[in-house]
T-cell receptor, first 114, second 111 residues
Framework: NAGVTQTPKFRVLKTGQSMTLLCAQD?????MYWYRQDPGMGLRLIHY???????AKGEVPDGYNVSRLKKQNFLLGLESAAPSQTSVYFC?????????????FGEGSRLTVL | SQQGEEDPQALSIQEGENATMNCSYK?????LQWYRQNSGRGLVHLIL?????REKHSGRLRVTLDTSKKSSSLLITASRAADTASYFC???????????FGRGTSLIVHP
C-alpha cells in the first residue's frame, strides 16, 4: 500500500517554463489537496478537490492550475514558473473532508525556479 | 490566512523531559488536528480532537482543547531523541472541510 505518491521529488526550472506535478493515491479517497510549504510560513493551501472532476481554489491559487480527471490522481500545473514558486509542494488526501478525516501526505516535491 | 498559530516556534529539551506545544486559533472549529513532520519528509497525522472534546490521549501524547480560549496544547511525555521534528496544528473551521495549518513548532530533543 503506497499511500500518497508524488512525482517528481525534485525539479529545477527556469523562469517561464511549465511543468506538472503528479499526485497519486491508492486509498480511494474523495478529497485531495495541494499545499506549498515555505520557511516560516507553514503550509498554505493552493487548490483542492472534493471528488473526481471537481477542483476549487485555496488560499494561494494564482499561477497554478489543477485537474482531477481520475479519482486517484490530482495534478498541479505551473503554466509559467516564477522564482516566487520555489517551494516544497505537498499533496494530501483524506476520506472525509468535513469534520473528520486525517490527511495523508506525500513526501513532497521540491521545486526550484531560477 | 493561517488559522492556527503554534507557540513556541522552537523548543529544545533533554531526553526524558516533557515537551508542551500550544496552538491558538481565531474562529470556531469543527476539529483540531496535530501533525508531525520529520526533516525533509511529509506530515504525519498524530491526533484529532473534536470541538466537543476537552482531552485526548494517544500513547505518550496528550492533547487538550479549550474552545473558550480558542487554544489547544500538545504534550509529549518522556520525550526521546526520535521525537525531534516539527509539529503543526491544523484546524477545520465550522462549515468547512479544509484543514488550515499553523507555522509549526520545531522540537529538538537532545540525547
Amino acid at each position: 500500500n503506497a499511500g500518497v505518491t508524488q512525482t517528481p521529488k525534485f525539479r529545477v526550472l527556469k523562469t517561464g517554463q511549465s511543468m506538472t506535478l503528479l499526485c497519486a493515491q491508492d486509498m480511494n479517497h474523495e478529497y485531495m489537496y495541494w499545499y506549498r510549504q515555505d520557511p516560516g510560513m507553514g503550509l498554505r493551501l493552493i487548490h483542492y478537490s472534493v471528488g473526481e472532476g471537481t477542483t476549487a481554489k485555496g488560499e494561494v491559487p494564482d499561477g497554478y492550475n489543477v485537474s482531477r480527471l481520475k479519482k486517484q490522481n490530482f495534478l498541479l500545473g505551473l503554466e509559467s514558473a516564477a522564482p516566487s514558486q520555489t517551494s516544497v509542494y505537498f499533496c494530501a488526501s483524506s476520506s472525509q473532508g468535513l469534520n473528520t478525516g486525517e490527511l495523508f501526505f506525500g513526501e513532497g516535491s521540491r521545486l526550484t525556479v531560477l | 490566512s493561517q488559522q492556527g498559530e503554534e507557540d513556541p516556534q522552537a523548543l529544545s529539551i533533554q531526553e526524558g523531559e516533557n515537551a508542551t506545544m500550544n496552538c491558538s486559533y481565531k474562529t470556531s472549529i469543527n476539529n483540531l488536528q496535530w501533525y508531525r513532520q520529520n526533516s525533509g519528509r511529509g506530515l504525519v497525522h498524530l491526533i484529532l480532537i473534536r470541538s466537543n472534546e476537552r482531552e485526548k490521549h494517544s500513547g505518550r501524547l496528550r492533547v487538550t482543547l479549550d474552545t473558550s480560549k480558542k487554544s489547544s496544547s500538545l504534550l509529549i511525555t518522556a520525550s526521546r531523541a526520535a521525537d525531534t521534528a516539527s509539529y503543526f496544528c491544523a484546524t477545520v473551521e465550522g462549515g468547512s472541510y479544509i484543514p488550515t495549518f499553523g507555522r509549526g513548532t520545531s522540537l529538538i530533543v537532545h540525547p
